[in-house]
């Protein structure tokens, strides 16, 4: 089945810093991406949505230049937290449209933790 | 907008418990419906889905029947295991070209032996 390798799945990092993460699918062209976070006990909070080659729509409340997105190819898209900064620290975790007509899924990364201290 | 609301957790059941997690859900149309399960420190995987009304979404004892009537999508098994314990959200698929997901708040569900 098709599967989304998701890197690193843990990362610290200093405050000030940037961090990147990686968000592959292995075995089938992701023409969407999705991005969420999650905070302890929580549920999932879509951050933004991209597109191959195109620029990355974002929720209502998302910085933009703080999370940066880019996905320049359908089978890899990136998250970075730019200048990162203690209350980032979450579960971030990606999904990739799988391609299909009226009845496509989702297949989601394992999600990597970040801690910003 | 639409949105998806779950039962509060945790839900804490013995070993071979009857299982039910409300899901209930507010949408523009008939939206697709799924469940996920979250183990902990992973991502999540879909455990069932249904694409229209009165379908009924199954796999590994689960179950899951789209109402549109009561707009519930509850999630059943008849008999937990120890291993079925995790995080379980409910979540709708949007109707538009973008196709988001939205997700319920999640219910912690652990089984004792």
């Known amino acids: 089945g098709a599967v989304v390798s998701q890197h690193p799945s843990w990362v610290i990092c200093k405050s000030g810093t940037s961090v990147k993460i990686e968000c592959r699918s292995l075995?089938?062209?992701?023409?969407?991406m999705f991005w969420y976070r999650q905070f302890p006990k929580q549920s999932l909070m879509l951050m933004a949505t991209s597109n191959e080659g195109s620029k990355a729509t974002y929720e209502q409340g998302v910085e933009k230049d703080k999370f940066l997105i880019n996905h320049a190819s359908l089978t890899l898209s990136t998250l970075t937290v730019t200048s990162a900064h203690p209350e980032d620290s979450s579960f971030y975790i990606c999904s990739a449209r799988t391609t299909g007509t009226v009845n496509y899924g989702y297949t989601f990364g394992s999600g990597t933790r970040l801690t910003v201290v | 907008g639409d949105s998806v609301t779950q039962m509060e957790g945790p839900v804490t059941l013995s070993e071979e418990a009857f299982l039910t997690i409300n899901c209930t859900y507010t949408a523009t149309g008939y939206p697709s419906l799924f469940w996920y399960v979250q183990y902990p420190g992973e991502g999540l995987q879909l455990l069932l889905k249904?694409?229209?009304?009165?379908d009924k979404g199954s796999n590994k004892g689960f179950e899951a029947t789209y109402r549109k009537e009561t707009t519930s999508f509850h999630l059943e098994k008849g008999s937990v295991q120890v291993s079925d314990s995790a995080v379980y959200f409910c979540a709708l698929r949007v109707i538009d070209l973008v196709g988001k997901l939205i997700f319920g708040q999640g219910t912690t569900l652990q089984v004792k032996p």
């Open positions: 249904a694409t229209k009304a009165d």
């Open positions: 075995d089938f062209q992701a023409t969407t």
